[in-house]
């Protein structure tokens, strides 16, 4: 098992920037993944980034240039940072790991851009 921990959430204006933080715990040794999804409203959830154990990240178009997915390993702790913030950046975010063939899902902390 897996837990996943997240915050750093909140409301910004355009422009602005925030960073999440995902905390894990648990059977930290088995991760091969780790990664942010959104949800916005009435919307499918989606991939932002993602960040193999050992590989290079990768992001969703609609992010990139603007957000760093990052790992500190002596924390167990998984980043999103996020600058150039549009109003539809707008959702909840999710943490991510994946433990084949299992996936672990954080609560999600919910950033608001307004404009």
């Known amino acids: 098992q897996v837990q996943l921990v997240e915050s750093g959430g909140g409301l910004v204006q355009a422009g602005g920037s925030l960073r999440l933080s995902c905390a894990a715990s648990g059977s930290i040794f088995s991760i091969n993944r780790l990664g942010w999804y959104r949800q916005a409203p009435g919307k499918q959830r989606e991939l932002v980034a993602a960040?193999?154990?050992?590989?290079?990240?990768n992001y969703a178009d609609s992010v990139k240039g603007r957000f760093t997915i990052s790992r500190d390993n002596v924390k167990n702790t998984v980043y999103l940072q996020m600058n150039s913030l549009k109003p539809e950046d707008t959702a909840v975010y999710y943490c991510?790991?994946?433990?084949?063939?299992?996936?672990?899902w954080g609560q999600g902390t919910q950033v608001t851009v307004s404009s």
């Open positions: 991510n790991a994946h433990s084949s063939p299992y996936v672990y």
């Open positions: 960040i193999p154990i050992g590989g290079t990240p």
